[in-house]
């Protein structure tokens, strides 16, 4: 079992930036395929970022340019996200997925609103 716990949502204003955080009970790097996804309200959940264990990552074209996906030595995903846009906002998600079990791991989300 995995568990994620995100930090760092809030608001902004557009244009401005923020780092969610993403904190993981066990090292899922060396496995796991870990990335951000966001859902707006009304909408389906979407990817952002991922990042798989050989180090590929893939962006969202609308995000591309404007947000880096990250990890440290350890246990925690980041998602550094600059030139916030207001349809950036929604409900950011952690995810863990292992593609050798398909086990699928969600964090509780934080919000993220860019509004002026």
């Known amino acids: 079992q995995v568990q994620l716990v995100e930090s760092g949502g809030g608001t902004v204003q557009p244009g401005g930036s923020l780092r969610l955080s993403c904190l993981a009970s066990?090292?899922?790097?060396?496995?796991?395929?870990v990335g951000w996804y966001r859902q707006a309200p009304g909408t389906q959940r979407e990817l952002v970022a991922r990042?798989?264990?050989?180090?590929?990552i893939d962006y969202a074209d609308s995000v591309a340019g404007r947000f880096t996906i990250s990890r440290d030595a350890r246990y925690t995903l980041y998602l550094q996200m600059n030139s916030l846009k207001p349809e950036d906002t929604a409900v950011y998600y952690c995810?863990?997925?292992?593609?050798?079990?398909?086990?699928?791991?969600w964090g509780q989300g934080t919000q993220v609103t860019v509004s002026s």
């Open positions: 995810n863990a997925f292992n593609p050798y079990t398909q086990a699928n791991f």
């Open positions: 066990v090292n899922v790097y060396s496995i796991y395929v």
């Open positions: 990042m798989a264990s050989g180090g590929r």
